[in-house]
């Protein structure tokens, strides 16, 4: 069963999510996927993605967490 990776970016100031998140995609073995937590939509992270071959999708918990769902494509 594959690891969980998780970027949990919630208490952080930008542009550490945005940092840590793509440091945890250059080492995401093909198959896997990369949950990123933050409470807003990462617009300028979702053109990064498309530009460098990775699928994502998110959805917005109760609590106003936005979980975005990351692997290669």
Do not use: C, F, W
């Amino acid at each position: 069963m594959a690891e969980e990776r998780t970027v949990d970016g919630r208490g952080l100031m930008p542009p550490e999510p945005m940092e840590l998140t793509l440091t945890a995609l250059d080492s995401l073995p093909d198959g896997e996927e990369l949950l990123l937590l933050l409470y807003v939509e990462p617009h300028p992270l979702y053109g990064i993605l498309k530009k460098n071959g990775y699928t994502y999708r998110s959805q917005t918990r109760p609590d106003g967490t936005v979980e975005i769902y990351m692997r290669k494509a």
